[in-house]
C-alpha cells in the first residue's frame, strides 16, 4: 500500500506561482508513474501532467506545458508540481497519483490518491 500526500496548496494572485508536492510513502519503489491531476467543481478529475518514477520523462496537459513543470526526488520520494503564471481558470483541487504494476502479468495496474490540496487564483 502506498500512502501520498500533498502540500502547498493556497490562495495566490494571477500570475503568482505556487508549488505543489506529494509524499509518497509505503513502498514507493515499485511506483512507475507520478501524476498530478484536478478536479473543477462538478467536473471530472483531469490529468495535468505525468512523470515516468525511473527516468524523469515528463507529459503536460495541452496547454499546460511551459507554464506547470513536474518533477520527481527518487531520493527524498516525492513529485512536485510547480505552476507559473497562475490564473483565474486553475482553481481547483489539485491531486497527487501514484500508479504501480498489478501483482502479476495481465493484472491492471493500481492507483493511489492523495487527499487533495485547493489551490485558488483570485485578486
Known amino acids: 500500500q502506498l500512502q501520498l500526500v500533498e502540500s502547498g496548496g493556497g490562495l495566490v494572485q494571477p500570475g503568482e506561482s505556487l508549488t505543489l508536492s506529494c509524499a509518497v510513502s509505503g513502498s514507493p519503489f515499485s511506483i512507475s508513474y507520478l501524476r498530478w491531476y484536478r478536479q473543477f467543481p462538478e467536473k471530472q478529475r483531469e490529468l495535468v501532467a505525468g512523470i515516468t518514477r525511473r527516468g524523469g520523462k515528463a507529459t503536460y496537459a495541452e496547454g499546460l506545458e511551459g507554464r506547470f513543470i513536474i518533477s520527481r526526488d527518487k531520493d527524498k520520494n516525492t513529485v512536485s508540481l510547480e505552476m507559473n503564471n497562475l490564473k483565474p481558470e486553475d482553481t481547483a483541487i489539485y491531486y497527487c497519483?501514484?500508479?504501480?504494476?498489478?501483482?502479476?502479468?495481465?493484472?491492471?495496474?493500481?492507483?493511489?490518491w492523495g487527499q487533495g490540496t485547493q489551490v485558488t487564483v483570485s485578486s
Open positions: 497519483n501514484a500508479e504501480e504494476p498489478g501483482t502479476y502479468i495481465n493484472d491492471p495496474p493500481l492507483n493511489y
